[in-house]
């Protein structure tokens, strides 16, 4: 089946209204039973709809014809929104990760991983700062320089890191 390619605005529910035209007082509807959502991009104060429906269907209230190359170029736009911003979310974790020295112990204890650390700091070739840093303080945030030198060390991956420091704050004393 043939298909043309669209954006439109979410309905009230109740009087039909495009949501660009009037706020959605009664709830949001699709303006087309048969309307396929490729994404909604809710950039924009108002989301826009971007997807396809039926040839053989009119345009609803709210819908306005796009080209596929436009359609394409849209969804491709959101999709990169939302890794961008699912990468700017991460950071935004990690910046607040913060274990204690204690958890830190344990949960390299847990993993494997309390020996090669303690071998790493033992090592004269390691960076003085870093050993006095692993030796006296008292906490250790996910993106200090600390743990940013020592996680390629002992073979961690970011991922693997983010586990620890959620699993880390988890131990208690």
Same mark, same amino acid.
């Given at each position: ?68 190359? *436009? ?6 736009? @959101?999709?990169? $929104?939302?890794?961008?911003? %699912?990468? =700017?979310? #991460? ?31 033992? *090592? ?6 870093? @050993?006095?840093? $692993?030796?006296?303080?008292? %906490?250790? =945030?996910? #993106? ?30």
């Amino acid at each position: 089946m043939s298909r043309k390619y669209v954006t439109a605005y979410y309905l009230d529910a109740k009087d039909g209204r495009p949501a660009n035209e009037a706020p959605l007082r009664h709830g949001p509807v699709t303006p087309s039973e048969n309307l396929e959502i490729s994404v909604v991009d809710r950039r924009e104060s108002t989301p826009v709809i971007v997807g396809s429906i039926p040839s053989s269907e009119t345009l609803a209230p709210g819908m306005t014809l796009i080209e596929k190359t *436009d359609h394409d170029n849209r969804v491709a736009a @959101v999709e990169g $929104w939302k890794i961008d911003n %699912e990468l =700017r979310e #991460l950071e935004k974790r990690r910046k607040t990760m913060v274990i204690s020295r204690f958890q830190a112990l344990a949960i390299l204890r847990q993993y494997g991983k309390r020996e090669a650390a303690e071998q790493i700091m033992a *090592d004269p070739a390691t960076n003085a700062l870093t @050993v006095d840093a $692993w030796n006296y303080a008292t %906490e250790f =945030r996910r #993106l200090s320089p600390t743990i940013m030198s020592l996680a390629p060390a002992l073979g961690l991956t970011d991922e693997q890191l983010d586990q620890m420091f959620e699993e880390g704050a988890q131990i208690e004393a």
